[in-house]
């Protein structure tokens, strides 16, 4: 099992950032990718940024790659998402997941953190 529990949401102004933490524990050693999604009510699950663990290679939707940046430090088992230029529309739930599984999907997920921009 792996536990994830994600930190560092809040309100902001457009125009300002945050750094989202996701701190894994447990049975790390299986997990090979993690990513971050968000969640509007009412919208569906939107991926923001992934990362595999060992190659540090990370990936994003086009709409993030200027504005998001994913990292992951393994002596801590955290996972960091540096988010810059927000925007109201970022206003969301983001929730930290991580692979454990040869299918690649994510079956391991944090509780979330409330991301509030105001325009």
């Known amino acids: 099992q792996v536990q994830l529990v994600e930190s560092g949401g809040g309100s902001v102004q457009a125009g300002g950032s945050l750094r989202l933490s996701c701190v894994a524990s447990?049975?790390?050693?299986?997990?090979?990718?993690m990513g971050w999604f968000r969640q509007v009510p009412g919208k569906e699950l939107e991926g923001v940024a992934a990362?595999?663990?060992?190659?540090?290679?990370?990936f994003y939707p086009d709409s993030m790659k200027d504005r998001f940046t994913i990292s992951h430090d393994g002596t801590k088992n955290t996972l960091t998402l540096q988010m810059k230029n927000l925007k109201p529309e970022d206003t969301a739930m983001y929730y930290c997941?991580?692979?454990?599984?040869?299918?690649?999907?994510?079956?391991?997920w944090g509780q979330g953190t409330q991301v509030t921009v105001s325009s």
């Open positions: 990362i595999y663990i060992d190659a540090r290679r990370p």
């Open positions: 997941a991580a692979v454990s599984t040869s299918r690649g999907l994510y079956n391991y």
């Open positions: 447990g049975f790390t050693e299986s997990v090979h990718c």
